[in-house]
């Protein structure tokens, strides 16, 4: 299996929280950009300016690359108690609610059309989706969207919080995507991670240590 994922290809993220999901995702991003792919980051979970202050901290600048090559949809903004940040020249899709599974979709669209696709979409996290819809709205909702990214958009991988959801929750998301990405603590609290599979090629499913120094991400 190449370092890379392919293009028009899905891949969920599974891990129990604070395993480093974030990480993987920046130094994926990170990549990403330097190859010079453009980056969608559907945010569920924290403000953008939480995340462009913790990509920093891991020595990704990803201010110096939006409009250009990196865009957020934020749908945690409008939700929070805080206002929803004001627009300094940085294209930001705003979406109304964590219910709103169809605007969800329609700016994952807008912005990787705003860029230019091909693009790489990062959902993070799923699991905070099942907070707010029903498992079948939101598996009706993955699916549309996993398609839709394949067809017209790109690469899709989602972020899920593993040991939040029913197994037959877990299984359904995994069943909908083409790979499955697995993070995980060991007895003396090492993190791992490994590719459990990938459609269409052959790979290594051994675990290996994951490290969250930024210059030393492990990849699949």
């Known amino acids: 299996m190449e370092e890379r994922f392919p293009t028009n290809y899905s891949v969920l993220l599974a891990g129990p929280p604070g395993v480093g999901k974030f990480e993987y995702l920046i130094g994926r991003i990170r990549e990403d950009l330097r190859l010079g792919e453009r980056v969608v980051f559907v945010t569920l979970d924290m403000q953008p300016n939480e995340i462009r202050a ?27 108690s805080d206002r ?32 230019g696709t091909p693009v790489r ?7 905070t989706l099942f907070l707010h819809n029903s498992t079948q709205a939101i598996a009706k909702f993955f699916q549309i969207v996993t398609s839709r990214a394949k067809a017209n958009l790109g690469f899709i991988l989602y972020a899920v919080h593993e040991g939040v959801h029913e197994p037959m929750t877990m299984n359904l998301l995994r069943s909908l995507v083409d790979g499955v990405v697995e993070m995980r603590y060991t007895d003396t609290m090492e993190r791992e991670i ?8 052959r790979i290594d499913a051994a675990w290996h240590s994951f490290l969250q120094l930024p210059e030393a991400m492990v990849a699949p």
């Open 54 to 80: 913790r990509a920093k901290a891991l020595r990704l600048d990803l201010a110096a690359h939006e409009g250009k090559s990196f865009v957020f949809v934020d749908c945690y903004s409008a939700t929070s």
């Open 84 to 115: 929803p940040e004001a627009a300094t020249g940085k294209k930001t899709f705003l979406v109304s609610s964590f219910s709103n599974l169809e605007g969800i979709g329609m700016a994952m669209s807008k912005a990787a059309q705003e860029l």
């Open 121 to 127: 979409i990062y959902f993070y996290t799923i699991s």
């Open 194 to 201: 490994r590719v459990h599979h990938m459609r269409g090629y």
